[in-house]
């Protein structure tokens, strides 16, 4: 005769809610600090396409031999054939003023500035 012995593999409800605890406190260090790296990398990434833009800026004024007080439009710095071929976006969906030639162009976003 055989005797069947049961055995239990799963595990305990101590065990599932100390990996709970344990998930949970890595989430609470590490989502505040991929915000941040977020924050971060959108102003970069709207820092270079303002620079972009003044580069566009000045290259529009050479060519069309315009003043530093003109003020360019979207259709003379964005499209084909033109400095920059689609406008750029702010990726915190900020949106960007031209300005004139002489000034820096700004973003709506007030911590994103060149």
């Known amino acids: ?3 069947r012995r049961f ?3 799963g595990f305990t409800l101590v065990e599932i809610m100390i990996v ?3 998930i949970a406190l890595l989430a609470s260090v590490a989502i505040p600090s ?3 790296a977020r924050r971060k990398a959108q102003k970069v990434a ?3 396409n303002l620079k972009a833009i003044a580069g566009a800026k000045t290259t529009w004024s050479l060519e069309m031999r315009k003043g530093d007080a003109d003020v360019p439009a979207d ?4 499209g084909l054939g033109k400095p920059i071929e689609t406008k750029p976006l702010c990726p915190a969906r900020g949106s960007y003023d031209l300005k004139a030639v002489s000034d820096k ?3 709506t976003v007030p ?3 060149l």
């Open 105 to 107: 162009p700004t973003c």
């Open 111 to 113: 911590d994103h500035a």
């Open 7 to 9: 055995r239990n593999n």
């Open 1 to 3: 005769m055989r005797i």
């Open 34 to 36: 991929l915000v941040e």
């Open 75 to 78: 259709t003379d710095l964005f």
């Open 46 to 48: 709207c820092q270079a």
């Open 20 to 22: 709970v605890a344990i």
